[in-house]
């Protein structure tokens, strides 16, 4: 028995929905300040504690592999705000995402040429991940999270959309 036209479209678009959902996804990253100094008197470091790190990356997920102790797997785009620097995605610096059995422990990776920006794994728990930022003036470090905001980036959404609108168009069209 054949499926009807309408059946093979729908079943199509779930499994590229379940292929997209596999290969990319969206993380935000959030922190705060808790130590900073600078070996100018002129300067006063204290005031960039308790100041924000917020920022995204994306990456591939259908790379993890839940067996192995630490994992290491490249983002492919991020951005990231800090003490009113953007850090965006330099293709000469590598930052990856570093995975302990399949879960997130946290990021690993010097970003941007200045300011300096660099962040650490929390080896086995996301709970000890830590983040430092340099410009010519301060040194500043904190802790960050990550959480999933998205399991399909963004133009994978779109293209989705679109598709899938376009699917239905079609199909209206043939049995109207």
Known sequence: MRLPPFLRLLAAGAALTASLQAQASVFTITGLIDSASSPFSWVQPERAIGQRLSGRFELDTSRIELSEARQLIAISDYRFSLLGYTIDTDPDRELMAVYHFGELVGL?????????????????????????????????SGSYRVEAANPVSEPASLALGLGALGALALSRRRWA
């Open 108 to 140: 690993d990776g010097s970003v941007g040429g200045y300011p300096g920006f660099r962040v650490e794994d929390g080896a086995t728990d996301i709970a000890g991940a830590r983040f430092h930022f340099a410009d010519e003036v301060l040194r500043a």
